[in-house]
């Protein structure tokens, strides 16, 4: 692929101080300090020194974060899943690994695209539907292929109702996904899973609790990386692009902040 031939899509969101971007609990909040409000730091760094030297008499500019690894688009880690990974594979269990470990090469490679914008919010897809979708668009799976799902949630972000809305993706589908060869998936709503208060009103019903954060727990199954918050799906075509989404280095964290990029050949 030549990237200087490629159109590049931003495919992340942006990192706000929005109250309908995540859970109370979990809202980054970002503290801004202005080329004036920074002097205090300058001043500290640099004994003697008078603002009134700098150019434009100002300092640095510079911001704090309060924020979550999961907090704007990250890439989650087999060890947000489980303690333990790969249980279905002929290498056998191992530990998990953080976002520190996730294996580059599964960063930057061909991408698909699966609609699912039409389907209820608090869908849980099945396999059928996403080999249905595969073949609708007439792409067969190959190994590391990234696959983003597109929901109704995408182009609620940052609005009330958005951590309500979209679909999710079931234990079943997402094991099949991976049974492919595919370790990176992605999706435009809140969670890879369905929403929670979708969760919590099937849950109080059926006290089965093999529903909750199913998708999330085929990660036990089989280690993968898993996109949340994504953005801009619906600028996408189906298939023929690549994605770009190397995740931020914490070590040994559940997830990491991902710059995600859609590469489309011109």
């Not at 500019?61 to 688009?73: D, F, M, P, V």
């Not at 539907?129 to 067969?140: D, K, S, T």
């Not at 727990?217 to 023929?240: C, F, H, T, V, W």
Request: charged residues 25%; contains cysteine; proline residues 7%.
């Amino acid at each position: 692929m030549d990237l200087s031939k490629c159109r590049m899509i931003d495919i992340s969101v942006t990192l706000d101080n929005n109250p309908y971007t995540d859970p109370p609990p979990l809202l980054p909040r970002i503290e801004y300090m202005d080329h004036q409000q920074g002097w205090p730091e300058m001043a500290a760094m640099f004994p003697g020194l008078n603002k009134g030297d700098l150019p434009g008499d100002e300092s640095w500019a510079a911001e704090r974060l309060q924020i979550t690894t999961h907090s704007g688009t990250h890439m989650d880690a087999p060890w947000h899943y489980a303690s333990t990974t790969d249980h279905a594979l002929e290498t056998g269990v191992r530990p998990a690994f953080g976002i520190d470990e996730l294996p580059l090469e599964w960063c930057l490679r061909p991408g698909i695209k699966l609609d699912f914008r039409h389907l209820p919010d608090g869908h849980v897809v099945t396999a059928e539907e996403v080999e249905a979708e595969q073949e609708r668009i007439g792409h067969r799976l190959q190994p590391l292929d990234i696959v983003l799902v597109n929901t109704r949630a995408g182009q609620l972000f940052g609005q009330p109702g958005y951590l309500e809305a979209g679909v999710g993706i079931g234990r079943e589908a997402t094991l099949w996904l991976l049974e492919q060869g595919v370790r990176v998936v992605g999706t435009d709503a809140w969670s890879w899973d369905a929403p929670f208060s979708h969760t919590r009103a099937r849950f109080a019903q059926s006290r089965d609790a093999s529903i909750i954060w199913e998708g999330h727990k085929a990660g036990r199954d089989i280690g993968y990386g898993q996109m949340e918050k994504l953005s801009n799906l619906e600028s996408l075509p189906d298939k023929g692009f690549w994605v770009s989404c190397f995740p931020y280095k914490i070590r040994a964290a559940s997830a990491g902040f991902v710059r995600a990029v859609a590469l489309l050949p011109q």
